[in-house]
C-alpha cells in the first residue's frame, strides 16, 4: 500500500487528505504531520482553559465564498452547510466590505471544525508536535526527517505549509527547486500580524452594537470580534470570548519581542477603544508570523509538473 505524508494539518492538508482518501482507486496509508499542538493551522481556534466550550477563532475570522468559487466549489460549502460545520454570517461586522455576490459563512464551533472534519473524513493518522526538518530521497522513497523521533519513509509526501517554511527545509528536496524557481518562492512574502483572544467569565456583558468591527485609526488594532456574538452562540451558561487582529505594521515591529509584552500592548490600546471592558479570565495570544500572503509571482508550470501517479 502507498504510503503518503501530507505535511500540515491546516485547511490545505485536511481537504487534501480528504480528497485524496475519496478519489485514490486504491487504498494508501496517510499520514498527516504537524509541528504545532493540534490541527487547525492559521483556522485555528483556541478554548478557555476555565470552560472548554468557551472558544475563539484565533486566525481566520470567516470564509467569504465569491460567485466564482460558488460554482467551482459548491459541493464542499453544500457539505459543510447541511452537516451544520458552516452558517452564513448574519450577525453586523462594521467596516466589512462586501462584494456583490459574495456570501460569508462562520463556523459555530470555531474555524477548526472544518479542519478536523476533512481529518476525520480522511481516516489519517494525525500526528501534532511533529516538526518536518529534512526530506531525503532513500531508495527511490522519500525519507522524512523531524525534530524529535526517528525518521520515516514515504512514497510520496505533500507539502502544505506556507512557502518560507517550505524553503527552510534540508536535504535532497533542496535540489528539487531550481534556483530560478527558489527565487521565485522567496518573492512570495507573508504578513505578519498578532492575535489575543480574551475569554470571560459567563453572565459578562460586553455591550456593544456589532459582534465584529474593523478599525482604522490605531496603530495596534486592526479588527475585534465578539467571537461567540459572530457565531451565533451565545449561550448563558458560557462567558463571551473576544478576539483582536492587530495591524501589520504592529505585528512586524514587534515580531521578536516577548509575547508577554505584546499582550500587553495590545490590551492597552484595546482598553482605549473600549473603556470600561473587564478583566478577562484567560487569555491566548497567537503570532502570526506568516498571516496572508501580501505578495507573489506566479510560477512556472513545470513547478508542478514532478508528481508520481498513485495505482
Ligand atoms: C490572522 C489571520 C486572519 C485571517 N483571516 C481570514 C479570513 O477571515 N478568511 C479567510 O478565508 N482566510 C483568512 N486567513 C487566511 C487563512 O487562515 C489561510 O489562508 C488558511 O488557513 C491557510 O491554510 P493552509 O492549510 O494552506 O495553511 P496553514 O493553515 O498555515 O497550515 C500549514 C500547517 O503547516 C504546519 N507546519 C509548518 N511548518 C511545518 C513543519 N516544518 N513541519 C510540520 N508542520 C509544519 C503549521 O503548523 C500549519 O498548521 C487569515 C489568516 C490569519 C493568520
Not at 148 to 154: D, K, M, R, T
Not at 188 to 211: C, H, M, N, Q
Not at 238 to 265: A, I, M
Amino acid at each position: 500500500m502507498a504510503r503518503v505524508l501530507i505535511v500540515g494539518a491546516g485547511l490545505t492538508g485536511s481537504l487534501c487528505a480528504a480528497l485524496l482518501r475519496k478519489e485514490t482507486p486504491r487504498p494508501v496509508h496517510l499520514a498527516v504531520w504537524d509541528e504545532a499542538g493540534d490541527s487547525g493551522g492559521r483556522m485555528a481556534t483556541a478554548r478557555s482553559p476555565c470552560n472548554s466550550q468557551s472558544t475563539v477563532d484565533l486566525g481566520a475570522q470567516y470564509i467569504t465564498c465569491t460567485p466564482h468559487y460558488a460554482k467551482k466549489h459548491q459541493r464542499f460549502y453544500d457539505e459543510l452547510l447541511a452537516r451544520g460545520i458552516l452558517k452564513p454570517l448574519t450577525s453586523p461586522i462594521e467596516g466589512m466590505v462586501m462584494k456583490e455576490g459574495d456570501c460569508n459563512f462562520v463556523a459555530p464551533q470555531g474555524l477548526s471544525s472544518v479542519i478536523k472534519h476533512y481529518l476525520e473524513e480522511s481516516g489519517a493518522e494525525v500526528h501534532c508536535r511533529r516538526r518536518v526538518t529534512q526530506i531525503n530521497l532513500r531508495n527511490d522513497k522519500w525519507e522524512v526527517s523531524r525534530e524529535a523521533g526517528p525518521p520515516e519513509q514515504f512514497d510520496i509526501v505533500v507539502l502544505t505549509m506556507p512557502v518560507p517554511q517550505i524553503l527552510q527545509l534540508r536535504g535532497d528536496i533542496t535540489n528539487l527547486i531550481s534556483e530560478c524557481q527558489r527565487q521565485q518562492l522567496k518573492s512570495v512574502s507573508y504578513s505578519s500580524r498578532y492575535a489575543l483572544g480574551l475569554f470571560y467569565e459567563a453572565g459578562t456583558k460586553i455591550d456593544v452594537p456589532w459582534a465584529g468591527q474593523y478599525i482604522t485609526s490605531n496603530p495596534c488594532v486592526r479588527f475585534i470580534s465578539i467571537d461567540n456574538k459572530k457565531r451565533n452562540i451565545e449561550s448563558p451558561g458560557v462567558g463571551p470570548s473576544l478576539v483582536v487582529h492587530t495591524t501589520v505594521p504592529f505585528g512586524v515591529t514587534h515580531l521578536e519581542h516577548s509575547t508577554e509584552d505584546v499582550q500587553e500592548l495590545i490590551f492597552q490600546q484595546l482598553e482605549s477603544i473600549l473603556p470600561g471592558l473587564p478583566q478577562p479570565v484567560a487569555t491566548k495570544c497567537q503570532k502570526w508570523r506568516y498571516s496572508q500572503i501580501d505578495f507573489w509571482e506566479p510560477l512556472p508550470l513545470s513547478f508542478a509538473s514532478g508528481y508520481k501517479r498513485i495505482s
